[in-house]
């Protein structure tokens, strides 16, 4: 099911420079007047939970193995994201795609999941990558992932 658009926010025309709005300059000009306007900054963030598809320990590094068959939405893919810039350095995401050449939706130019999730150094693995060479219950390799990274 497609999102509806959000409705873009009117502008008003004939704004004062650095003001939101005629009734924030109002405000400022005569009640707010001895109020600093627009100074301060307050970061903030919503608190959400994800749970990885699979994990498993590696010498000391965790890695978290995400199975994708492509990405949905532009929400989706920057949801991972946010994910890998909180990871702690000993925590790796991984993607596995079942088809890394699937289109990102809504693109203007050809994107791809692959494409998108090593842009942003994430680590890329297809099933071949899997069986052979990381996970094998015999001869673990040292239990490495050999993945590429870009």
């Known amino acids: 099911m497609k999102r509806k658009p959000r409705k873009k926010r009117p502008t008003e025309k004939g704004l004062p420079k650095g003001y939101d709005s005629k009734w924030e300059y109002d405000l400022h000009k005569?009640?707010?007047d001895k109020w600093e306007h627009h100074k301060g900054l307050i970061e903030y963030s919503i608190p959400h939970k994800y749970h990885p598809d699979f994990l498993r320990v590696i010498d000391d590094s965790i890695i978290y193995l995400e199975?994708?068959?492509r990405f949905w939405d532009y929400q989706e893919y920057n949801k991972y994201?946010?994910?890998k810039k909180i990871l702690?350095?000993?925590c790796e995401l991984v993607f596995i795609f079942s088809n890394p050449s699937a289109p990102m939706p809504a693109a203007k130019k050809e994107k791809t999941a692959l494409?998108?999730?090593t842009q942003n150094g994430q680590r890329k693995?297809?099933?071949?990558g899997i069986a052979k060479k990381a996970f094998l219950k015999n001869g673990e390799n040292n239990g490495r992932i050999n993945g590429t990274r870009t």
Not at 125 to 128: A, G, T
């Open 30 to 32: 005569d009640l707010l």
């Open 67 to 69: 199975a994708k068959g």
């Open 81 to 83: 994201k946010w994910i």
């Open 88 to 90: 702690p350095d000993d």
């Open 115 to 117: 494409n998108e999730a």
């Open 125 to 128: 693995m297809n099933l071949d």
